[in-house]
């Protein structure tokens, strides 16, 4: 059973073969890091998670960068507009790198409680303009970018003479001319679907660094193209990002890196599609986007309840990653019960009671799984093999089915190897017993009360002393007994 | 009440008083990622963010920048063997700044375990490399460095001659001269004490950027000058590290500044002493260092228990900063039971009997917490303070003192400002009550099990009707009952 990922590049589906097995090469857009991460985001980072997760299941060994974006990313993707970090830091009157890192902390906390696994590298396009000053020379120096009042742009007029500029979108380079319009301060370029790969900053900017060409930063699409080649190095096997990233982003660091290296950089191009509310894309700019951390504490006039981290994890993987998802409070509530559901019966499979023979092939059920997530990680169809086990397990503890010790053992192992290794869920229960302690206290204090009442003096002492080892204070008062840790 | 600071530069302690109040700028050094954080780092870390949350107590806006030195650190500080972080990657056949994500990674979750603020900003040194440069290029253009080989050295006979070299250490140029040994590759030098601001990389070395003189990359001392002034500017307030940091490392800073600049950077430096084992540092390069992560599972041979984070950073509060501080599990546990002493009491204070009038003048112990931590911060006294008032409270609760209405308030006041927000030390026993549960539940199963043998149905009634609502099954087995969540 191969592998097939869906190439956006190609189209289709294609046989996975990495170009140096058993390594595997994946670079994956990170956040621009000027706000809290919404579910859109959570969507990005738990799609390549599942990659990354199946990747090293299958046995390759990963190296997997996901970058974060602290400079160059301006308001709209015309390359005008200020840069989004920095408009936020003069707003808070706060240095650029105290928004990075308070709004880097926060996503990686976000990140930690869906349970997504750290990448293998992180970095930072701020820590990387040397990498992406050498990039923009380079295609300099190849003819593909021209400088005009100290920035430098990528001449896609040029490029398309050579390659062929709107293969990953599917875009003409003469409906590009047509669809856009003239924007402010866009002058300096010879076309506008030109894109800047080094803007010269104005004296109030205040991230800049000094360059051949200007003091200023660099364009937004440099730095995936310069940090991907330095720890990928100039092709590597998987690139990913979300579908609204396709164009210009993509387009563009494809451009970039044919440019630079008359080669192709990325061999598998790779894009989740979006979270909707009512039908619309769920955004920043569009303000309709509700954030991970108003999810877990439900604190959003959208939101009927709160949603744990896991409740969340759960309901964007019962949807395949290229299929559009629509928020609503129901189909979270219904993921709530079904994974619910899914850990009773995980629970229940140490208990069932094993028989010679087994009436159901369990076997069959671990290809089917391997097969759902082998077809381009079809994580959908992966549960619904897992909801299937659920009622054989339910038939077998009520005795209408049987199962072998060796099938109860595989059974184990297939929700361990799909629903805790791969795709990432963990029971949420055992984290916090307050209430469970609470509770159990009460029905001790309960007896002891009444076996004073009772003159059983052999079971309050029984209490005391148990309760002694635990460190428990037990104070009686007028009111009834209460109780304290010492 | 105004705070002092002991100020290693002048050897004494002085009055604070911030360049641009309300404004901070503070800097600490942070770690060399390339291994787990061990207690030494620990202390650093816990001493600064002391200082952090006490000036922000004190109502001060405070700029904490912490960087992360992940390339430039060589294995001796003569500026010799392969880089710290280079090596390592060598060794486990990694991406450098694979060990760099993995280790700051792991570094971030044990300082969170430490309840360890976060600095506003973390800079990595190889984020900085252009700032670096252009620093080493000023030092250059000034007179006080030269060339070898392509690297760049700092020119200690020059600088001594117009600025006070060693005036932090309080060592001689003469002294070093005699102390220090030839070693291999110094010849480069003009004198042994000089310190590399650039190096020349060898081929094999994996981390390597273009500069005026070579490829190579920055001397270690460099980033903390370089990455201070970008983010704090020429002038600020407080530098921080662990006294190993004197010399060589604060000391070339010192220089740096000085020679780039004509004027000191720094205008009050802090050091925290060191962990002692037996009386002998505790650090990577002696060998002699438990990690955290040991002291949180329990697992090292030196250690008698698990010793959770808030034991750890109660028992390194309990030290003065500037004192040495022996590690043992007698002290350990000490500081473990006083801890609890102090919550215990401060649970006790809500439900504290009050009267019109007090017996005990509570305002005064306000004043002594804010003393002590103004006296240099100072906190093995303030928690003395807080012991005071721990027997207070007992007395209180015992009725043998009394306290009004608004006393009690002012003294939770005290324990929630100085306990909580300052010290940093919060409750930890609702974290996990899982051990906790088992241990409740085999009490009442143990008295369910009489209950039945005396046939007492009604305690056993109880029982089972308890343990429904809390979702809990029991089961009888040959071998006794058994319980689990449903």
Redesign the interface.
Known sequence: MRLSIYNTLKRKKEIFEPLNPPHVGMYVCGPTVYGDAHLGHARSALTFDLVFRYLKFLGYKV?YVRNITDVGHLENDADEGEDKIAKKARLEQL?P??I???FT?RY?ANMDALNIQ???????A?????EQI?MVKTIFDKGYAYEAEGSVYFDVDKYSQDYDYGKLSGRKVEELLENTRELAGQEEKKNSFDFALWKKADERHIMQ??SPWSKGFPGWHMECSAMSKK?LGETFDIHGGGMDLLFPHHESEIAQSNAAQGKDAVRYWMHNNMITVNGQKMGKSLNNFITLNEFFSGKHEALQQAYSPMTIRFFLLQAHYRSTLDFSNEALQAAEKGMNKLF?AY?LIEKLPDTKSSSVDIAKYRDLCLKAMSDDFNSPVLIAHLFDLVKVINQVNDKKETLSKDDIVTLKQIFDDFLITILGIKSE??????Q??D???Q??L??RQ?AKTNKDW??AD??RN??N???IQVKDTKDGASW???
Chains 1, 2 share one sequence.
């Open positions: 190296r240095e790198m105290e990075v890192k308070y902390d990686h750290h990448p293998s590298i992180e970095p930072t701020s820590g990387h303009i040397i050498e660094w000094k720890y009773a629970d229960k055992s984290t916090d017993n307050t469970v302690v509770y159990l206290m029905t001790i309960d007896i009444n052999a079971t029984k209490i148990d309760l080892k635990l460190n304290s840790f010492r």
